[in-house]
């Protein structure tokens, strides 16, 4: 497979572009994708100007301790919101971009394999958005780190 770096370099680039032209520094807090997307962001252009860093939170603990998650579920809408703004206020950024889920390939209670929730925060205003990918659990991260960049990058403002 293909590093998602360069796979998602044009959409890393759009949010740098963005994320530049505001002045937002950018954030990350991810579960199943485990730093994909920080991994995409950081390679692209001037990231050392705009993208402060990001949290994994793959373990319940790190979600609720680190990022204070008070969700019941940690995969949920709630806990996405909670991941994006925990993340954005510890680093310290304008912007933030957070998933939960179940990447699979067995479902976790009543959430289905690739069931993903994804939460954006601009200047304190959350958007979440609820996924289901299909596909083995390598798809369903892949799946999910690009459609993270473009939930950020269409949450920026143009450049």
């Given at each position: 497979?293909?590093?998602?770096?360069?796979?998602?370099?044009?959409?890393?680039?759009?949010?740098?572009?963005?994320?530049?032209?505001?002045?937002?520094?950018?954030?990350?807090?991810?579960?199943?994708?485990?730093?994909?997307?920080?991994?995409?962001?950081?390679?692209?252009?001037?990231?050392?100007?705009?993208?402060?860093?990001?949290v994994i939170a793959y373990s319940e603990s790190v979600k609720r301790d680190?990022?204070?998650?008070?969700?019941?579920?940690?995969?949920?809408?709630?806990?996405?919101?909670?991941?994006?703004?925990?993340?954005?206020?510890?680093?310290?950024?304008?912007?933030?971009?957070?998933?939960?889920?179940?990447?699979?390939?067995?479902?976790?209670?009543?959430?289905?394999?690739?069931?993903?929730?994804?939460?954006?925060?601009?200047?304190?205003?959350?958007?979440?958005?609820?996924?289901?990918?299909?596909?083995?659990?390598?798809?369903?991260?892949?799946?999910?780190?690009?459609?993270?960049?473009?939930?950020?990058?269409?949450?920026?403002?143009?450049?």
């Amino acid at each position: 497979m293909q590093d998602p770096a360069d796979e998602f370099a044009a959409l890393a680039r759009e949010v740098a572009e963005r994320a530049q032209a505001a002045g937002l520094p950018i954030a990350t807090a991810e579960s199943l994708t485990t730093g994909g997307i920080s991994n995409a962001l950081g390679a692209a252009p001037g990231a050392s100007e705009w993208f402060r860093g990001g949290v994994i939170a793959y373990s319940e603990s790190v979600k609720r301790d680190v990022l204070g998650v008070e969700a019941d579920s940690v995969n949920s809408a709630q806990c996405a919101r909670e991941l994006a703004g925990g993340v954005a206020r510890l680093l310290d950024a304008g912007a933030a971009v957070a998933v939960t889920g179940v990447g699979g390939p067995e479902p976790e209670g009543d959430e289905p394999a690739g069931s993903v929730y994804a939460a954006v925060t601009v200047q304190g205003d959350v958007r979440d958005v609820h996924f289901r990918f299909d596909g083995d659990p390598a798809q369903v991260v892949h799946q999910t780190v690009r459609a993270a960049l473009e939930l950020l990058r269409d949450a920026l403002p143009p450049a």
